[in-house]
């Protein structure tokens, strides 16, 4: 069980935790690209470590270090002529939904059986979109009624293929990433693409492994060349704004009063849709400003915001705590992407944070939030590392102690959150 004090400020210097979704894209490419390829701030989460596993287990050579993890990798073609065993092989996605997604394509690249498994929450989430795209394309894909695990074969040879997006764009990713390896021409027609801003981050770290994609604007057919080849090379993983925006509402709800908070690492122009994050913030009124490569956030008077989050649902947490610190009633769109997550957040945002006195409305896709004062108390986070945060950002103004069980969840995405949000909190002094 973590407690968090109440009344705590914040205020000083911390940099943002590395981007699990710019690393495991990065170890994708990489594993695909023949020769060393060295990648920069490296993020080391449960999520991040799942993707080296499948590398290493695809042939790559891993070496680990603090700023850098190098993956020496001897390409497609040495890659799919190992002996995958009489059962096949076996990737273990972990819990993250992008490696499950990301991979299923890339091991259908290769002969033979590939069988892709998850845990914990993973096992539960829907992955129907990812049998008829692959059969369109020259593969076999199997799920248990449209769970996991995966089983797929290939080679998938390209061709022409429509693709669901609507419920994620991860296995978009994941065709995007493989089929300029085919053996011919593709286009994908696709359908209701979520997360734009992550399919951006996609084809930005492709185009610097050497390949690329054409798309139209909207995001709704990609032609792909095949035969292409990715090249090894440096690769500096971003810092991640879905994290980052627990760290930038903490400062904006509980600042040091004449101070701000700096965040460093974090890349202004970053394709990540919850850099979204600067918006609410601005329109509830906090501090914001770029100072060289810092981002200052500072407290302010906060007012209620309406924000349709359906393009960037990770910032439905951090922002569920920054409506509670805000005058009037804030409105957050988007609710229906909550629910294939690590928990049902919907719920799990209005049940866990009511226990501290919270008022949260759901109503079909709207979440309401009433600002008021909080008071201590315990919650669970649900095995869900983002409900974790947002109770821990949450508890900074509650008039009591919080107790969050099963806090360690956050080592999915942040495994030093809660030594880095102690970094930068302190006891309130009193008046």
């Known amino acids: 069980m973590t407690r968090i004090c109440a009344w705590a400020e914040v205020g000083g210097r911390v940099r943002a935790p590395a981007s699990k979704s710019s690393m495991q894209r990065a170890v994708a490419c990489a594993l695909l690209a023949p020769g060393t390829s060295r990648l920069a701030s490296p993020s080391y989460c ?118 669901d997006a609507s419920a994620s764009s991860q296995f978009l990713t994941g065709l995007l990433i493989a089929l300029p390896l085919a053996a011919r021409d593709s286009t994908l027609h696709v359908r209701n693409a979520v997360s734009q801003g992550y399919l951006g981050l996609t084809l930005r770290t492709m185009a610097q492994f050497g390949v690329h994609v054409a798309q139209d604007t909207s995001y709704e057919r990609f032609s792909i060349g095949g035969r292409q080849s990715y090249r090894a090379g440096d690769f500096t993983v971003e810092g991640d704004w879905s994290g980052a925006a627990f760290l930038l509402v903490a400062a904006a709800i509980a600042g040091r009063d004449g101070g701000l908070l700096e965040v460093e690492g974090l890349q202004a122009d970053s394709a990540q849709p919850d850099r979204a994050v600067l918006e609410v913030l601005a329109a509830a009124g906090a501090g914001i400003a770029w100072k060289g490569g810092l981002l200052e956030v ?134």
């Open 46 to 163: 449960a999520d991040s470590m799942a993707a080296l596993g499948i590398a290493g287990c695809l042939g790559a050579e891993l070496t680990q270090g603090p700023g850098s993890v190098e993956i020496r990798s001897p390409g497609l073609a040495a890659i799919a002529a190992l002996e995958p065993g009489p059962d096949g092989r076996t990737l273990d996605c972990g819990e993250s939904g992008l490696c499950l997604r990301m991979f299923t394509p890339i091991a259908a690249l290769l002969r033979g059986g590939t069988r892709l498994v998850g845990r914990g929450s993973l096992a539960h989430r829907p992955v129907t979109a990812v049998e008829a795209p692959l059969m369109a394309l020259g593969g076999s894909c199997a799920t248990a009624d449209g769970f996991p695990p995966v089983v797929v074969e290939g080679p998938i040879a390209g061709g022409e293929a429509e693709v």
């Open 298 to 431: 500072g407290k302010a008077g906060l007012r209620a915001f309406d924000f349709d989050a359906s393009a960037c649902p990770d910032l439905f947490p951090p922002l569920a705590a920054l409506a509670l610190a805000c005058e009037g009633v804030s409105t957050i769109r988007g609710a229906h992407r909550l629910r294939g997550k690590e928990s049902d957040r919907a719920s799990a945002l209005q049940e866990e944070l009511g226990k501290l006195g919270a008022r949260i409305e759901v109503d079909g896709d709207l979440m309401r939030i009433a600002g008021g004062p909080l008071h201590g108390g315990e919650l669970d986070a649900r095995g869900d590392h983002r409900i974790a945060m947002a109770a821990a950002v949450a508890a900074l103004t509650a008039g009591g102690e919080v107790r969050i069980t099963g806090a360690g969840c956050v080592a999915k995405s942040w495994p030093s959150f809660f030594a880095d949000l102690e970094g930068i909190s302190h006891a309130r002094q009193p008046d």
